[in-house]
């Protein structure tokens, strides 16, 4: 038991570089704030209160506002903040500043998509020959290799489709004809959720597929100490 809860912490310590703490867009947050379901979590590994998975979604890069020299993680408090100051809402991502909203998820998406990329990936130490992957450190490269392929075949089944008036496709050239020819709006959709912008279907995608890893990692770490105590 004591090495499936190690390994399910390592998802929720994973090293990454400094974010906020919270999102701006409630659309790629709610995520994040879920419980943990049973398939994925046993209770013993969220024992204290505290979900392995629920903490290592936090772990995702996000984005706060910016007004004047007050912060905060909340788009209706920063309107109000704006409207009390009378100043610009500022965007910040990854401790950069943005003056545009648009500018800043984009940078949001890229820093996501870069997160969720390496987080699959296995990282060695040159020095020590220590490998790191999706949160756990280890010398054996067979189970680097095998923890890498479990991230890697999760995050591959997720997928984004494209939503036109009542069709759906998942080609994202069919979904512009769709659209041009019927002259309904093209949305996207990501783990049975829509959305009509296309990057903010990037954040939810990169969010989906490191869910989707977070969540196999903890099955297959559960299923690993079922073995070792049988």
């Keep these: 038991m004591t ?12 090293v990454s570089p400094t ?15 879920k419980s943990c379901s049973a398939e994925s979590c046993s ?13 290592a979604m936090a772990k995702l890069p996000k984005m706060t ?7 905060t993680c909340c788009s209706a408090s920063a309107e109000t903040l704006a409207t009390k100051h009378d100043a610009p809402i500022q965007f910040v991502v990854d401790e950069e500043t943005y003056d545009s909203k648009e500018d800043a998820m984009v940078a949001l998406a890229e820093s996501t998509e870069t997160f969720v990329s390496t987080f699959a990936s296995t990282h060695k130490c040159e020095a020590s020959g220590t490998m790191t992957v999706a ?5 054996c490269s067979v189970t680097a290799g095998k923890r890498a392929a479990v991230a890697k075949k999760a ?8 939503l036109v008036g009542t069709e759906s496709c998942s080609c994202p050239m069919q979904a512009a004809s769709m659209a041009k020819t019927s002259g ?23 969010h989906a597929k490191y869910k989707a890893a977070v969540e196999a990692l903890a099955k297959a770490d559960a299923g690993t100490e079922a073995d070792v105590q049988m």
Aim: with cysteine; proline share 1%.
């Design 184 to 206: 309904e709006k093209q949305q996207f959709m990501i783990a049975g959720e829509t959305t009509c912008c296309s990057i903010d279907a990037r954040v939810r995608l990169a």
């Design 19 to 33: 974010f906020a703490d919270t999102g701006v867009e409630e659309a790629v947050s709610t995520e994040t704030g």
């Design 3 to 14: 090495r499936q809860i190690t390994s399910l912490l390592a998802l929720a310590l994973f």
């Design 155 to 162: 995050m591959d089944s997720v997928d984004m489709t494209y």
């Design 65 to 71: 506002y910016l007004i004047g020299t007050e912060s």
């Design 135 to 139: 949160g756990m450190s280890t010398s």
């Design 43 to 55: 209770m013993s590994s969220c024992s204290g209160g505290v979900c392995p998975i629920e903490s």
